[in-house]
């Protein structure tokens, strides 16, 4: 029993940043990994990245690697997504996941059927 509400997603120019949030509720946030998935129109949901319950393990997909940064802060029970330099490309339906961290390696952390909770997603649209 974990509640995760996404926050944050807006209309932005390409070039320009974000910053999405992710607070969660219901479970101890600390014994939980975290991702972010996307999903544009017509198209499957893609993972764009994650993080370990403690912070020390990071994973990105390459279409983000070096512009968007995840993170997290255990006392406010939050994930963050911070993206910077943003393209048209990253339109999308951004989802909030969390995951056992038991079962958090770098393969499941990848892996949209691997997560146990999911929040309902925060529109991002960027503008060309």
């Known amino acids: 029993q974990v509640q995760l509400v996404e926050s944050g997603g807006g209309l932005v120019q390409a070039g320009g940043s974000l910053r999405l949030s992710c607070a969660a509720s219901?479970?101890?946030?600390?014994?939980?990994?975290m991702g972010w998935f996307r999903q544009a129109p017509g198209k499957e949901r893609d993972f764009v990245t994650a993080?370990?319950?403690?912070?020390?393990?990071?994973y990105y997909a390459d279409s983000v690697k070096g512009r968007f940064i995840i993170s997290r802060d255990n006392t406010k029970n939050t994930v963050y997504l911070q993206m910077n330099s943003l393209k048209p490309e990253d339109t999308a339906l951004y989802y909030c996941?969390?995951?056992?961290?038991?079962?958090?390696?770098?393969?499941?952390?990848?892996?949209?059927?691997?997560?146990?909770?999911w929040g309902q997603g925060t529109q991002v649209t960027v503008s060309s």
């Open positions: 219901g479970r101890t946030f600390s014994s939980l990994a």
């Open positions: 993080i370990s319950w403690s912070g020390g393990s990071t």
């Open positions: 996941a969390a995951m056992r961290s038991v079962t958090f390696t770098p393969r499941t952390a990848r892996n949209a059927r691997d997560y146990d909770y």
